[in-house]
């Protein structure tokens, strides 16, 4: 009973966002109609993204309340906020702390998200974003449902032991955060010109879902260029690039079963490959000897 009352709670606690989701698809689809970065996009991979965005937000939700419990008391472990930033209660106070937000965390998501693409590990939960060949503001949410909890334990747990975090503005500027999200991926002929190089855009994003090979391990950053051109991953784009994009081997992973199992089938198989290796180690040694 227990169970079924927790499953219920998400479910009732999770249609908010659902519906905020799909009316967000809506008009962000009818915007796209106007000045398309790519035309006659696969109407069932946007189908699929629904559905799929349905089950990520519940399956999502249900996972960061388990990682939650594990990661507060790490968090405790930790000790801190050791950073204290003290903002003037006015509105140019209220400026200066979204922009120390926004820059510390697009930091520690810079980090995460090179790293996700350079660990065959996380690259494997990772990829179901980046399956995408239809780039469109339903990419938003076509994201494994474990995606979040890796946040939580690379982003979220040491910007809280690090800074001092006010929940009230921090929700405030996370919706922001969100909104920006549906923006970047949006399916829009967009150019921020030289602006670009100062923030992210959908031509920007694109570039980094691209699957042309001058485009791969480019722009990481979701909000801020300036970590991509500190760490040299920056790519601005001419005025009118707008790559197709997908993975490189052109896996289409545009069914549930294979989009929410993928990543424990490749971990199973690198765990393999990573026993018998040491296996092979051990033999080599055993013949030497």
């Not at 249900?62 to 930790?78: K, N, Q, T």
């Not at 090179?114 to 494997?124: E, G």
């Not at 601005?236 to 052109?250: I, M, S, V």
Request: glycine share 8%.
């Amino acid at each position: 009973m227990e169970v079924l009352h927790f499953l219920n709670q998400q479910w009732v606690d999770n249609w908010p966002g659902i519906k905020f989701m799909f009316v967000a698809y809506g008009i962000g689809l009818a915007i796209e109609t106007l000045r398309p970065a790519e035309t006659n996009q696969s109407s069932a991979n946007i189908r699929f993204n629904f559905i799929h965005g349905f089950f990520f937000v519940l399956f999502n939700s249900i996972a960061l309340s388990v990682v939650s419990g594990v990661g507060e008391p790490i968090r405790e472990f930790l000790g801190g906020p050791y950073i204290q930033l003290q903002f003037y209660d006015s509105l140019l106070g209220e400026i200066g702390y979204t922009f120390c937000f926004i820059l510390v965390f697009d930091f520690f998501y810079y980090w995460l998200h090179r790293l996700q693409h350079k660990s065959p590990w996380l690259w494997a939960q990772h990829k179901m974003h980046h399956s995408e060949k239809s780039l469109n503001i339903t990419t938003h949410s076509r994201f494994h449902w474990l995606e979040s909890s890796f946040w939580v334990f690379f982003i979220s747990i040491p910007m809280g032991v690090l800074f001092e975090l006010t929940p009230g503005k921090l929700g405030l500027i996370w919706s922001v955060y969100m909104l920006w999200g549906f923006f970047i991926h949006m399916n829009l002929k967009l150019s921020f010109g030289w602006f670009t190089g100062v923030i992210a855009g959908p031509q920007y994003h694109r570039i980094h879902h691209s699957d042309l090979i001058q485009h791969k391990d480019k722009n990481f950053s979701a909000t801020l260029p300036l970590y991509d051109r500190l760490f040299g991953s920056y790519y601005g784009p001419e005025k009118n690039e707008y790559p197709t994009t997908g993975l490189f081997d052109g896996e289409d992973m545009n069914n549930l079963l294979v989009a929410w199992f993928s990543p424990f089938k490749d971990w199973y198989q690198q765990l393999r490959s990573l026993v018998k290796n040491e296996d092979t180690k051990v033999e080599e040694k055993t013949g030497d000897g």
